[in-house]
Nanobody, 120 residues
Framework: QVQLVESGGGLVQAGGSLRLSCAASGRIFRIDDMGWHRQAPGNQRESVAL???????TYSDSVKNRFTISRDNAKNTVYLEMNSLKPEDTATYYCKAKVTTTDFRYLEVWGQGTLVNISS
């Protein structure tokens, strides 16, 4: 029905930057909220950043002023610009979208995740 595919993860040194992308495809009528979550080994998945269709954003305290979420509604894509990266940012990052399909079903869809590894 609907798929989310993340890209942009990798290994960087502390203080560096990465940009994650997440593209949605399939039988999409409309995408409302989109967001990024992360899960480090042994930890629960946590919300990192959220953006509404209109562009209103919220961030977790741990990434505020370092990460920026944005989206391109025409491309059904959400981005996460990550700066001043710290070793504690190491995790698998997942995007999530609230989607109305072309047959008017409401879905919460997750991507498969992309690994971000920050070395000290």
């Amino acid at each position: 029905q609907v798929q989310l595919v993340e890209s942009g993860g990798g290994l960087v040194q502390a203080g560096g930057s990465l940009r994650l992308s997440c593209a949605a495809s399939g039988r999409i009528f409309r995408i409302d909220d989109m967001g990024w979550h992360r899960q480090a080994p042994g930890n629960q998945r946590e919300s990192v950043a959220l953006i509404t269709r209109g562009g209103r954003t919220t961030y977790s305290d741990s990434v505020k002023n370092r990460f920026t979420i944005s989206r391109d509604n025409a491309k059904n894509t959400v981005y996460l610009e990550m700066n001043s990266l710290k070793p504690e940012d190491t995790a698998t990052y997942y995007c999530k979208a609230k989607v109305t399909t072309t047959d008017f079903r409401y879905l919460e869809v997750w991507g498969q995740g992309t690994l971000v590894n920050i070395s000290s």
